[in-house]
């Protein structure tokens, strides 16, 4: 089990969910309202070639219980997107916990629909699907992911930046994106920014 108090950002935090997602559904307290599997439109012409490289999380939405009582804590994070030799795209984050600097990396696969991307943890049962909605490429990303284990599900928004200052004109709109989504005021969290760990170069 992972430590409680391990301070996860962007997709790094999805692991951390993994655990928490196991205790809960042994509650049965998993299940959120929207619909794992509906469709989700993803920035029309998608350039993979354009958007790997270096993103700093800026904002996040969730409804998960773990998050609602953490986000308060939580700081920017970086992630670095590289394409790998056969296709897929590793999807490495970086983050504090704890005042230490700890790394996660997942291996994203493409699907048909570029701009959408899988991810299937074989240690913990789940499945992720991560669509790139909207994207600038040189500026900022709003991303959207869902997690489907067994019966259970849950959603996340994300604001990814490429330096870690964004104009405040595009937390507006993360935030109009992530209730469009259903979440609420009190779902969504905009990351302090951190030197620790995530310096700019
Ligand atoms: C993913 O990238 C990180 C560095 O960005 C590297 O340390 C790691 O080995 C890579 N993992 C795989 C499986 O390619």
């Given at each position: 089990m992972m430590a409680m108090g391990l301070l996860?950002?962007?997709?790094?935090?999805?692991?951390?969910?993994?655990?928490?997602?196991?205790?809960?559904?042994?509650?049965?307290?998993?299940?959120?309202?929207?619909?794992?599997?509906?469709?989700?439109?993803?920035?029309?012409?998608?350039?993979?070639?354009?958007?790997?490289?270096?993103?700093?999380?800026?904002?996040?939405?969730?409804?998960?219980?773990?998050?609602?009582k953490k986000k308060a804590e939580m700081l920017m994070c970086k992630t670095v997107l590289t394409p790998e030799a056969d296709g897929t795209v590793n999807l490495t984050a970086t983050f504090v916990s704890n005042n230490q600097?700890?790394?996660?990396?997942?291996?994203?696969?493409?699907?048909?629909?570029p701009g959408h991307y899988v991810y299937k943890s074989i240690k913990w049962g789940s499945e992720h699907n991560i669509f790139v909605v909207e994207t600038n490429y040189e500026e900022y990303t709003l991303l959207y992911t869902t997690k489907t284990k067994g019966n259970s599900n849950f959603n996340m928004a994300t604001l990814y930046s490429r330096t870690k200052d964004i104009r405040p004109e595009l937390k507006e709109r993360f935030i109009r994106f992530a209730e469009n989504h259903g979440f609420t005021e009190d779902n969504i969290v905009i990351l302090p920014k951190t030197d620790q760990c995530i310096d700019e170069n």
């Open positions: 996860w950002m962007g997709l790094a935090l999805l692991q951390t969910l993994q655990t928490q997602a196991q205790t809960g559904a042994q509650t049965g307290a998993q299940t959120e309202a929207q619909d794992s599997h509906q469709e989700i439109p993803v920035q029309p012409g998608f350039i993979e070639d354009r958007f790997v490289g270096t993103w700093y999380s800026v904002g996040l939405a969730s409804t998960f219980p773990w998050f609602l600097c700890e790394t996660r990396t997942s291996l994203l696969r493409k699907t048909e629909q």
